[in-house]
């Protein structure tokens, strides 16, 4: 009996257990794609992308890095096909690198598809890789149907899809060289992870822990890396060891590696596994061949700083050794427009030089090309400026008169170049002056697309596209005009484009982090925040100091990264929601509510483009409340510093050093990053993903340089109702002085003639 | 008093520098300051558009504190064109090709050069200084004897005769008064000309004019040799021995064009300045005209707006003496004469040798003086081509003192005075400028040249508001002698024959000669200028304008803005080129003599059919010939009928004229007379000028009714009128002439045709 209901019971949890893996199964194949896993987010495609005509295809660029040895990859496709296709006829293919992986009837009666398939690891190669999804449609059986009948159309849904790859980590080599091509690779789309091991949490050591975090950082280009920062060496993961050659032997020899007296080097992560108590030694030591150690030390301070900063720089060449010593360090210049694809006032660029290719447009499915710069956040884009575009240009013979190459700025169609021709053509140096205004702070692309029209286009003619071809050289130029800096802060927005207001040196010379609170968390919410920065402009942040109380922060923008409790009263007192936090209330505080004029309006209806209207902030009269919900909140809030006009204050800070640090690293989400805008943002920490809300709070100050003075125009523009006064005042002043000046001398006049005053 | 001690207690408050200084330091600091501060576009659109709304509001304040509301909106005014100038400057002078940016330069100094010429403008006229006459005792032994010098070279006799006898009417002790003729169309050289034709003609004219002297016991001069114009014939009298007489050697020297006759209170009213101020050179006095000018005429504005140079004898001219810069006009001026032995006479470097001396003389450190009371009744030109032809000397004149004669170069000068000098001179570059101005919104309609580099609401936010208070200025300082946008006509209508001149003066700043203008000329029919061509043509181009810019913008919706723009500034110049075609189509004039509208209380007393009685009335108009007049009742009357006309002028001096009825009719149940001048003897020839042209207050009374200010909408609503019907009389007009032309052609084909089939019958 009690075997048998052993028996029993055994058989149950097998049954339990198998409906449990159904159970999780099933819920897992509904669970479906979280947006951070979709294609759309991971590999930065559009949501939707359609595919039309009786043949069209999207790729899409899967990155492999060389560190991974993958087994298999699973892409999840969703799409939606026209109920007007034949499905004996209509067809959606996957290849990759050109090689087929499998294709789906598209079933007119069943619109919405779904496909599951596993792509062979060897398929994808340690590269960019063609992942092709191609649509043949047709709607009618004999194929005499208009190439560009509306009907034919099939809608991939990439935002509800995903590819998930599963490979494990190749084994790193013991070389240096390896720190750029191996181990810190922007093709890694995983999730990627640094700890560094500092002595201390001393300013001095975070600062050398945020340049080399920001020397990682850039070498993951735009990807998210979460750093820890620790006094100890942390598994499964890549570690950096920052400190002198005392304290790198010291904390190595824990792990019994042989000195090191080089002062950069690279091994394999060691690693302690536990013993049986029997055992002479507790543990052993052994190494993880999937990670790396990486030691940057020096004799003194300075001799670290110099390694740091050669494996911090990306143009320092690290040899195929295992260790080196660092003899000198070349730093390059670096100006307000260094940084990657920045483009300056007044100079003139050739394609090639933002990485244009020689470009061929081929057939009449061409896609569109994207030429993405970035104009720093502060530029002054006067929309009386205009902005050139020399382009070199060829086409083929032979096509409609009807064919464009057209181009569109931030995704608005601006100009277009005929190509009626049908001899074909080559242009040299067509110019095309466009408006600045077509243009916007930030990152900025110009597209180029083709749109090419064989002669001959008849129902049921034998179509003829693959002679049609238009080439944009890069020896073609854009040009910009003479610009100001001068830009209204506050505005969240710019420092997550591209680090305003503290990249106003994009090394960071001009900025100061604050820390008041030099704990492990505030330190690693600093480290993980500077490298985050440093990618906007792929610059070091060499000139970076950190500091730990306000002394030398006068005349710098000021990154302050603490607790509300451990920030200094004098930077809390010039915050706006300075008297929130001291003293909550309910109520508006100034400036808090997004005005729309009716010049605004008017403007807008005269403007050639149409501005992406701001996301609307909230009122602020529940802010006072979210700052008192505190903890599990996070706080970024920019205002002007206290010590300098034209500076300001970026704060970070938490209710505790918890919620500091959980929000710091929050802050390497995109999406987070994005709906950062206004003087305020408060991250609520509590939920899965982060909830960001933003707010516009504070006075609007500028900073940037314009005109001869600019602070004159800072003073006039942030007081602009006192300025009115003033000159009112002094218009009454200058008007009496020469009234009067006026009146003695006709008085002399008259005097002098002989005539009574008031004759005249 | 209590006034008196408040403003001496704020004039002390200049008298300390540092205070002085430091204060006006502090003004120009803020405003400066604010000037070249950066604010977005709307900020800018607030702050100007607020700025001309709060300088309506000052201009209707004004009533109050004139002086100081005034001065506040022209400080606003310079604000904003300050506030235009740096934005003009940092933001459109943008590159895109060679010729487009030769264009967009041009436009910026053009446009440079029109608010200099404002802010001199307003220097200038900040604060005219309107003198009264000092009437000097006829009784004062001590007056000073004044040489009366009245060159002539062409114009007819009996204009000469008439202001030469109008001098002898001065009433001024006779025996300190001598009145030359200085006739430079009888001058040896020319009755000794080869042509047998000028020869005969010199000769007459000097035998008349000779004889005529005589009668009027005025004294006749000529000279040998015709050189240096005008200004050889004044020195040659005043110094030269061709004549073989005594040299004039009077204290002043009253210098007349034959045309202006004086009114006989001229010397006593203008010599009483020299008394008062022993540094005084010249006492300047207003022109004027009873005729008018042809830009009047042709458009038909002669009893609605004030004339062309009222806006300079009765604003700039004060404006200029306020700052002891009144110059030498070239006629209707009183000078000292041994201030005028300084500079060796009239000098006669450039073509404007008036202002030439007066330059000389205010380096030297003398003063001048304007009164604006009009007291001499001159001719303005009746063609437009003469009146062209009068500007351009002036414009060529100026220019060469500009360049041969620097007036920001002469040290003797004040700043102010270099200032003033400036102004007077770079004011004639405005052809220049209104021909860019012209041409600048057709270079992006037809040629696709973008010379002004802003957007619409840059333009509603920096130029527009600037041009919109600088109108309002305009009007509140010249409103009564010059009606809104009539500046603008005058720059317009004489720009395009103005550039030629002005340039050839650049090129040979020597070259220019002296062209007298052409006087008393009239037409036979209405026609059109012989000088319109560059109206057509800009006419045409207009008209094209509105077509093109409506397919560019059909065909790229992208530059609505740029089109919107070319198009409302093509629009204002259409506007004002529809008023120069008004002007252009010359109206005819026959009338030898001019009348002038004058109401006065007469008394007719008629002397027909052996009846002798009397009817008060009052005239309508006069002039040289006659005289209209309304009777209160009627009267049985016939042509011929003698009469005489009692009546008093401004003073209350009788007069007893002799006339004769040409015609009587009857309009609106009132009688009115047509009257023609009688003259039985040598005295009543002296009576009837002493008259007409004696009375210096008829002449102010005149001007001064004209002088009404209108607002600026009604300003623009009564130049759209006239812009509309002067085009539409031009267009009209030429229609048909072409019509008769063509059905004169027409019949001389048939003509020929006829005499073809006739000679073919015979």
Not at chain 1, 685 to 693: E, F
């Amino acid at each position: 009996m009690q075997q048998g209901k052993t028996v029993f019971q055994q058989s149950g949890r097998v049954i339990l257990g198998l409906f449990m893996l159904v159970l999780w199964a099933t819920t897992f194949s509904l669970a479906g794609v979280t947006p951070e896993n979709s294609i759309s987010t991971r590999y930065n495609q559009p949501g939707l992308v359609k595919l039309l005509g009786y043949e069209d295809s999207h790729t899409i660029k899967i990155p492999i890095p060389e560190r991974w040895s993958v087994k298999k990859a699973t892409l999840r496709l969703s799409y939606v096909n026209s109920s007007a296709l034949l499905q004996q006829r209509s067809r959606l293919a996957i290849t990759v690198n050109q090689v087929p992986v499998h294709q789906v009837d598209l079933v007119p009666e069943a619109p919405n598809g779904k496909m599951t398939i596993t792509i062979p690891g060897h398929l994808l190669s340690e590269e960019y890789n063609d992942l092709t999804i191609t649509a043949t449609q047709h709607f009618t059986a004999n194929g005499c149907a208009p190439g560009s009948a509306p009907e034919v159309w099939t809608t991939l849904k990439l935002y509800e899809s995903a590819l998930d790859v599963d490979y494990v980590l190749n084994e790193v080599p013991l070389s240096l060289s390896s720190v750029s091509d191996f181990l810190f690779d922007a093709k890694m789309s995983d999730e990627n992870q640094l700890h560094i091991i500092i002595e201390d949490y001393s300013p001095a050591n975070i600062e050398l822990a945020t340049l080399a975090a920001s020397g990682v950082a850039l070498r993951f280009a735009y990807r998210p890396v979460q750093i820890s920062l620790g006094q100890n060496v942390q598994q499964r993961v890549d570690n950096l060891l920052i400190g002198s050659t005392d304290f790198v032997n010291k904390l190595l020899g824990g792990y019994e590696t042989p000195v090191v007296d080089d002062h950069l080097g690279l091994m394999h992560l060691p690693r302690r596994v536990k013993k049986a108590k029997a055992h002479a030694k507790p543990y052993i030591i052994t190494h993880d061949p999937t990670h790396a150690l990486i030691y940057l030390a020096g004799e003194d301070l300075a001799e670290t700083k110099k390694t740091v900063q050669a494996f911090s720089l990306l143009s320092y060449p690290l040899p195929a050794l295992q260790s080196a010593k660092v003899a000198s360090v070349l730093v390059p210049e670096i100006n307000r427009y260094s940084g990657r694809k920045v483009l300056a006032p007044e100079k003139t660029y050739q394609f090639a030089e933002l990485g244009w290719p020689t470009t061929t447009f081929t057939g009449s499915k061409n896609g569109s090309r994207d030429l993405s710069f970035h104009l720093p956040s502060d530029l002054l884009l006067e929309p009386n400026k205009s902005f050139s575009l020399s382009l070199n240009v060829s086409y083929a013979a032979a096509m409609r008169a009807d064919s464009v190459l057209s181009i569109k700025a931030n995704g608005h169609f601006i100009s277009s170049i005929a190509l009626n021709d049908k001899n074909g053509g080559l242009y040299r140096g067509y110019r095309l002056e466009l408006p600045l205004s077509y243009l916007k702070p930030g990152a900025n692309r110009i597209t180029f697309q083709a749109v090419l029209t064989p002669l001959m286009t008849g129902d049921c003619e034998q179509v003829q596209t693959a002679h049609l071809a238009l080439t944009i050289f890069p020896d073609s130029e854009i040009g910009f005009p003479k610009m100001s800096h001068w830009q209204a802060l506050p505005q969240l927005r710019f420092l997550f484009e591209d680090g305003l207001p503290l990249t106003v040196s994009p090394d960071f010379k001009e900025t100061v982090l604050l820390l008041p609170d030099t704990s492990r968390q505030s330190g690693t919410a600093a480290v993980n925040v500077v490298a985050m920065l440093s990618q906007k402009r792929n610059i070091v942040p060499l000139g970076l100091k950190v500091l730990a109380e306000l002394s030398g922060v006068e005349d710098v923008e000021l990154l302050v990264i603490g607790t509300l409790d451990s920030i200094p009263k004098e930077i809390l007192a010039a915050s706006p929601l300075f008297p929130v936090i001291e003293q909550p209330f309910m109520g508006r505080l100034s400036s808090t509510v997004q005005e729309k004029s009716g010049w605004t309006t008017f403007k807008q209806a005269l403007s050639p483009v149409t501005e992406t209207p701001e996301p609307a902030v909230f009122d602020v009269a529940a802010l006072g409340l979210e700052l008192l919900a505190g903890p599990g909140t996070f706080l970024i809030n920019e205002f002007e510093s206290p010590f300098q006009h034209m500076r300001s204050v970026v704060m970070l800070s938490g209710d505790s050093k918890e919620d500091l640090l959980r929000g710091a690293v929050a802050l390497w989400d995109p999406l987070v990053q994005s709906r950062c805008r206004g003087g305020a943002v408060i991250i609520d920490l509590q939920p899965k993903r982060p909830l960001v809300k933003s707010y516009k709070v504070g006075q609007t100050y500028f900073t940037g340089q314009i005109g001869a003075v600019s602070f004159i125009s800072y003073l006039v523009n942030g007081h602009l109702g006192w300025a009115l006064v003033i000159l009112s005042c002094a218009f009454v002043l200058l008007a009496g002085l020469f009234t009067l000046l006026l009146k003695r001398r006709m008085a002399r006049k008259q005097a002098s003639i002989g005539e009574e005053e008031g004759d005249a | 008093m209590n006034k008196d001690v408040a403003q001496d207690k704020w004039y002390s408050l200049l008298d300390r520098p540092w205070l002085l200084y430091g204060l006006l330091g502090s003004g120009f600091l803020v405003v400066g300051a604010i000037i070249v501060s950066y604010v977005p576009t709307v900020t800018q659109a607030w702050l100007a558009w607020g700025l001309v709304l709060v300088i309506l509001i000052l201009k209707k304040l004004l009533v109050r504190h004139p002086l100081f509301l005034q001065v506040l909106i022209m400080g606003m005014i310079l604000f904003l064109a300050g506030r235009y100038f740096l934005f003009r400057t940092t933001s459109t002078l943008v590159y895109t090709n060679p010729l487009a940016f030769f264009f967009v330069i041009s436009l910026f100094l053009t446009e440079l050069y029109a608010m200099s010429i404002q802010l001199l403008g307003i220097v200038v006229n900040v604060m005219p200084l309107h003198r009264r006459e000092q009437s000097v005792d006829l009784n004062d032994p001590d007056l000073p004897t004044v040489d009366v010098l009245i060159p002539t070279y062409n114009e007819p006799e009996q204009m000469v005769a008439i202001t030469a006898s109008a001098c002898t009417l001065f009433e001024y002790p006779r025996d300190k008064v001598h009145i030359y003729i200085l006739d430079d169309g009888g001058t040896k050289q020319k009755r000794d000309d080869p042509d047998p034709d000028v020869a005969r003609t010199a000769l007459m004219r000097h035998e008349t004019l000779k004889n005529m002297a005589g009668f009027l016991e005025v004294h006749y001069r000529t000279r040998d040799k015709n050189y240096s114009a005008k200004a050889g014939n004044i020195n040659e009298a005043l110094y030269g021995s061709s004549s073989g007489k005594t040299n004039p050697s009077s204290d002043l020297v009253l210098i007349l064009d034959c045309d202006h006759v004086p009114t006989r209170d001229f010397l006593r009213h203008s010599v009483g300045q020299f008394k008062k101020d022993p540094k005084l050179f010249l006492l300047q006095t207003p022109h004027f005209f009873i005729n008018p000018d042809p830009i009047e005429r042709n458009l038909d504005t002669v009893s609605q707006t004030p004339g062309n140079n009222e806006m300079f004898y009765c604003k700039v001219l004060p404006g200029l003496d306020f700052w002891n810069t009144a110059f030498f006009c070239g006629s209707a001026a009183v000078l000292r004469r041994k201030y005028l032995d300084e500079s060796g006479g009239i000098m006669g470097e450039t073509i404007t040798e008036d202002a030439e001396t007066a330059l000389f003389l205010h380096g030297k450190g003398y003063n001048s003086a304007y009164v604006s009371r009009p007291m001499v009744c001159g001719l303005s030109p009746e063609t437009f081509d003469d009146f062209i032809v009068q500007r351009n000397r002036w414009a060529q004149g100026m220019m060469q003192i500009l360049l041969l004669k620097n007036p920001l170069l002469n040290k003797g000068l004040s700043w102010t005075q270099r200032i003033c000098y400036l102004n007077i001179c770079s004011f004639w570059f405005f052809g220049l400028a209104r021909f860019m101005f012209m041409i600048a919104p057709f270079l992006f309609i037809f040629f696709n040249l973008k010379v002004y580099h802003a957007t619409l609401a840059q333009c509603l936010s920096f130029p527009i508001p600037y041009l919109v208070a600088s109108t309002i200025l305009s009007n509140l300082m010249y409103g009564k002698v010059r009606h809104p946008f009539f500046s603008e006509l005058y720059e317009m209508v004489m720009s395009f024959n103005n550039i030629p001149a002005v340039l050839s003066v650049f090129l040979s700043p020597r070259s220019p000669t002296f062209t007298v203008t052409p006087k008393g000329r009239s037409l036979d029919v209405d026609r059109a200028s012989p000088l319109s061509s560059p109206f057509y043509i800009l006419f045409a181009l207009s008209l094209l304008m509105y077509p093109v810019a409506l397919y560019k913008l059909a065909h790229n919706m992208e530059l609505f803005n740029s089109v919107l723009i070319s198009l409302t500034w093509g629009s204002y110049n259409f506007l004002l080129l529809l008023l120069c075609l008004g002007v252009v189509w010359e109206k005819k004039q026959i009338r030898q003599t001019h009348r002038i509208d004058v109401r006065e209380a007469v008394e007719v007393v008629f002397r027909c059919q052996d009846k002798q009685h009397s009817v008060s009335g009052w005239t309508t108009n006069i002039s040289e010939e006659g005289m209209g007049i309304i009777l209160t009742e009627t009267v049985a009357i016939d042509a011929g009928c003698d009469v005489d006309i009692k009546t008093q002028d401004s003073s209350g001096k009788p007069f007893t004229l002799w006339a004769k009825v040409l015609h009587s009719f009857h309009k609106d149940g009132q009688q009115l007379l047509g009257c023609q001048f009688q003259y039985a003897d040598e005295l009543s020839f002296f009576n009837t000028t002493d008259y007409i042209y004696g009375d210096s207050e008829r002449w102010a009374r005149f001007w001064k009714k004209r002088q009404v200010e209108v607002s600026l909408a009604d300003g623009v609503g009564y130049v759209f009128k006239l812009g509309v019907s002067g085009a539409w009389r031009h267009l009209t007009g030429v229609f048909s002439f072409v019509l008769h032309e063509f059905s004169i052609q027409q019949e001389r084909g048939c003509n020929k045709v006829k005499l073809f089939f006739s000679n073919l019958v015979e």
